[in-house]
């Protein structure tokens, strides 16, 4: 197990925390964005909620790329671009 850093905030009347630097660096956060809280038991785990929905939809998503033969940066690129022609062809084809 790693070194255990602890960090305290101050809860206002309205409920309302400032994150610490440390924290807001450590996870990203900047000026409006979300954040998340999990309960696992008796722990609740803070999180920035963008990334919760990013590792979300890599699991969503696992074995996709491969399932349409996507084995790197180039090869997406590749089939944006023939979705992007198909789409031309079925919405101005019929236009000439």
């Known amino acids: 197990m790693g070194v255990l850093k602890v960090e305290v905030a101050k809860i ?3 409920g309302q925390i400032t994150i610490p630097i440390d924290i807001r660096k450590k ?3 900047k000026d409006g964005d979300k954040v ?3 309960e696992d038991g008796d722990k609740v785990i803070f999180a920035n909620a963008a990334k919760v929905a990013f590792v979300n939809i890599q699991k969503a998503f696992a074995g996709e790329a491969e399932r349409l033969g996507l084995k790197n940066e180039q090869d997406v690129v ?3 671009d023939e979705v992007r022609e198909e789409l031309w062809e079925e919405r101005y084809a019929d236009n000439d």
Request: glycine residues 0%; hydrophobic residues 60%; without cysteine.
């Open 27 to 29: 996870l990203n956060l």
């Open 78 to 80: 590749d089939m944006v």
């Open 12 to 14: 206002t009347s309205k």
């Open 36 to 38: 998340v809280f999990i």
